[in-house]
């Protein structure tokens, strides 16, 4: 069963504009979530994470919005930067498991 | 400190020989763990350690591999028998503690069987 959802395989945005990646979950013992960047042949790279008991986390151009009751999560980038283009994968974890659980990923690219 | 490191970075390997894989976590981090990685999809977590301890192994973990990190270092990863199914990018990860605090990744072993 897929727990971690990114229902758009891609999203294509203007450069300036701002770019809105989404992740569902079905799981409510989640106890926090993380998005990732991944180029090409590398390995992920952290990007910006979020507890279950927060709403709201903003780093620099990148805030990610957790809606528990709705079990949704977005990842807001502003203003997009053609070096943002990347697959982002969105995961989540808990304290009781010791892993994170990934979705397949969103390819952004971001277009002058 | 150059963050996690993985070699060898590609590996071809003949259908039924066996293949080893290296992960260098960042040295104070006592976690590290395993994942596999196919077109398409994220990343699918294999197994973690703490510390020498390998305490959880996923299903998709067939016979045909293990994991070890004897002495709560480095890990390395064996897969027995190939199969061109196991044809994936295997990335390692290392973190300091449990919590809402990210998994530092390593830039994976691509391995293709044909």
């Known amino acids: 069963d897929q727990q971690v959802k990114q229902n758009s395989p891609s999203l294509s945005v203007q450069e300036g504009r701002i770019s809105i990646l989404n992740c569902d979950y079905t799981?409510?013992?989640?106890?926090?979530f993380l998005w990732y960047k991944k180029y090409p042949a590398e390995g992920p790279t952290f990007l910006i994470s979020?507890?279950?008991?927060?709403d709201k986390n903003e780093d620099g151009r990148f805030t990610v919005f957790l809606n528990k009751s709705a079990k949704h999560l977005s990842l807001h980038i502003v203003p997009s930067q053609p070096g943002d283009s990347a697959v982002y994968f969105c995961a989540a974890g808990g304290y009781n498991t010791d892993k994170l659980i990934f979705g397949t990923g969103t390819r952004l690219q971001v277009f002058p | 400190d150059t963050g996690v490191s993985q070699n060898p970075r590609h590996k071809i390997t003949k259908r039924g020989q066996n293949v080893t894989f290296r992960c260098d976590p960042i040295?104070?981090?006592?976690?590290l763990y395993w994942y596999r990685q196919t077109l398409g999809q994220g990343p699918e977590f294999l197994t973690y350690f703490q510390n020498e301890a390998q305490l959880e192994k996923s299903r998709l973990l067939s016979d045909r591999f293990s994991a070890e990190r004897p002495k709560g270092s480095f890990s390395t990863l064996e897969i027995q028998r190939t199969e061109q199914g196991d044809s994936a990018m295997y990335l390692c990860a290392s973190s300091s503690w449990t919590g809402d605090t990210e998994a530092f990744f390593g830039q994976g072993t691509r391995l293709t069987v044909v």
């Open positions: 799981n409510s013992m989640f106890d926090y």
């Open positions: 979020i507890s279950s008991i927060k």
């Open positions: 040295s104070e981090h006592n976690r």
